[in-house]
């Protein structure tokens, strides 16, 4: 009769320990290739992002479309509201595009911070109304102080606030020339995004040091700007302390150019050229390297 052999105390604890050796070198290396595959799949969203935008300025006389219609957050059919994103659905045919793979903010968290959740509007046009919800707060903010000018106290207009696509031939170096970049919405106390996205972002300076406004004119009819107040650095945990862009990917945000082609950029690599200041406090010093203008 054969004695059943068991392993002994000292090697299922040696086993035990290689297991334990084994996990802390690949779980590292899993997370890092998960993080790889999340920036990879927004790049992608991006590209397909400014794929829309082109296919948009193709059908338009070469125009951008505007950051948002009217500011009144509500897609009901009688006066509806539109954003960029609302806009580019025919190109796209996909709302999950406007979503970074970055954020893990769902779709129903979206739709119920925003002004007007979809299940609150009348029946008829709730579907219209998510799809509003979804694109203002997409994960891809425009640069729409100088691609999409919103200007507010519009009063021959009749209008509070009217917004107008900057012209395609206006834009000097497509290729050095942010048009969108990853976006927050909101944050917690402890600096964690919240709401979503957020369909427009600030660029970090406003005037050069010669005193030069380098924002295009207000659409005609309006007399005053509306902004997100810009850059501020002041306050760590702002929602605008870099303008509403915000980087998804370890320090890292996707990032749109206008001639059509994405790139991941560190954060603090998007103000270059530019002296951030609170309020758009600071100046251009260096117009070759600034990468929002039209120039």
């Known amino acids: 009769m054969h004695k ?76 509806p509201d539109q954003t960029i994103g609302n806009l580019l659905q025919p190109y796209m045919r ?91 919405f909101g944050r917690n106390n402890n600096g964690d995004p919240i709401g979503g996205g957020n369909v427009g972002v600030d660029p970090p300076c406003r005037f050069t040091d010669g005193g030069r406004d380098t924002f295009p004119q207000l659409p005609s009819g309006c007399n005053d700007l509306y902004t997100l107040n810009g850059w501020n650095p002041n306050n760590p945990l702002a929602a605008n302390v870099f303008g509403h862009a915000w980087p998804y990917h370890s320090e890292v945000a996707n990032v749109g150019w206008t001639d059509s082609h994405a790139s991941a950029k560190r954060i603090s690599a998007l103000s270059v050229g530019c002296d951030v200041q609170g309020n758009w406090g600071g100046t251009i010093f260096d117009e070759d390297a600034y990468l929002w203008d039209l120039d």
């Open 94 to 184: 996909n709302l999950d595009i406007l979503k970074s793979p970055g954020s893990d903010i769902t779709a129903d968290q979206r739709d119920r911070s925003s002004p007007f959740p979809s299940n609150s509007v009348d029946p008829s046009y709730r579907r219209a109304q998510f799809a509003f919800n979804m694109a203002f707060k997409t994960d891809y903010g425009l640069n729409f102080q100088y691609y999409g000018r919103m200007g507010r106290d519009c009063p021959t207009l009749g209008l509070a606030f009217f917004s107008l696509g900057t012209s395609g031939s206006a834009v000097q170096n497509t290729a050095a020339s942010i048009f969108i970049v990853n976006s927050i």
């Open 4 to 79: 059943l052999k068991a392993f002994t105390l000292i090697e299922l604890l040696v086993v035990i320990a290689i297991i334990a050796i084994l996990a802390a070198i690949l779980f590292p290396v899993f997370a890092q290739a998960k993080l790889a595959a999340k920036k990879t799949a927004g790049l992608s969203n991006t590209k397909q992002y400014l794929t829309a935008v082109h296919m948009y300025l193709a059908d338009y006389d070469d125009r951008f479309p505007p950051v948002q219609y009217n500011r009144l957050f509500d897609a009901n059919p009688a006066n």
